[in-house]
């Protein structure tokens, strides 16, 4: 197994863990708070890592790059982040796995809408498998019993995803050049005012530091911090730098596996035959799509 795809699966081991522990964390407190204390928490350990990686503070980019950067933070994690843990919290974390499938698809559909990247037949029947498995797997549970909530979920994951792979490659060009640990510490920065500002301009603003608070719940969203946001984003990214984006993506959708198992193991969500369908069905989309990429 090359470097770059012993990163990608481990971002998609460590992504696992920290989805199990936002879904525990999300129950007891709202999705802007839990995504505002991450999003702190991940600044923090950047910024942390930066003296060991010689970067410098400020690289020499243009003006363009800074405000490709700016933008990407916005909506790649203020916006993106806040979406996937509403949808944790309205799925449960098996659910969510399998509407974690588009993500390959989402990454192909982005790369053909902003770079003219070509669609061959495969990614395309890749796509049309994953909506099929997403459409057979999600059903009403113990968790989720009723289908607006069951479609609302569905639609944020999804919507996620996309937003997510338009803020990354936007700038990848800037992290195929520059630290990661730089590029991903500014871009949790910035997503942190973003979502400061937003949640001071709330009503019930006194809400937006619960997750700083509710210190009976640090033990998992503290680690919840460290292991997604931070550990999981520089293994991310780097499994793009070290390997094909195709291969990379592969090994990263071997979280929905890793999901569904903790989910069952630790949070005691039913694994139906639907599921297991659905999820086949999933994997073997995203497979096709980076495989022929």
């Known amino acids: 197994m090359e470097f770059g795809e012993q990163l990608a699966l481990a971002a998609a081991f460590i992504w696992s863990v920290a989805v199990i522990l936002i879904r525990i964390s999300g129950l007891i407190i709202a999705p802007l708070p839990l995504t505002l204390f991450k999003s702190a928490v991940a600044v923090v350990c950047f910024a942390l890592t930066l003296p060991f990686v010689n970067a410098p503070l400020l690289p020499n980019l243009s003006s363009d790059q800074w405000w490709r950067l700016v933008i990407s933070a916005i909506i790649g994690i203020s916006v993106a982040d806040t979406m996937v843990v509403t949808a944790l919290k309205k799925l449960g974390a098996s659910l969510h796995a399998i509407a974690d499938c588009v993500y390959a698809p989402c990454m192909a559909f982005v790369g053909f809408m902003m770079f003219k990247e070509s669609l061959n037949h495969w990614e395309i029947l890749g796509g049309l498998l994953v909506l099929a498995g997403v459409a057979v797997g999600m059903r009403l549970t113990d968790e989720v019993t009723d289908i607006r909530t069951l479609l609302l979920g569905v639609a944020l994951a999804g919507g996620a995803h996309l937003i997510m792979a338009v803020g990354i490659l936007m700038v990848r060009d800037i992290y195929t050049v520059h630290s990661v640990v730089w590029v991903s510490g500014f871009r949790f920065l910035i997503a942190t005012l973003i979502l400061v500002a937003y949640g001071l301009a709330q009503r019930n603003r006194s809400e937006l530091w619960e997750g700083f ?5 640090w033990k998992w969203s503290i680690p919840m911090s460290i292991l997604g946001p931070y550990l999981a984003t520089m293994f991310w990214a780097s499994g793009f730098v070290y390997t094909k984006a195709g291969r990379a993506a592969i090994f990263n959708q071997l979280s929905t596996v890793f999901v569904m198992l903790l989910a069952w193991l630790v949070l005691k969500e039913k694994i139906t035959p639907r599921k297991l ?11 096709l799509v980076g495989t022929h990429q």
């Open 213 to 217: 608070r509710r210190r009976d719940i």
């Open 277 to 287: 369908v659905g999820i086949v069905l999933a994997i073997a989309g995203s497979v």
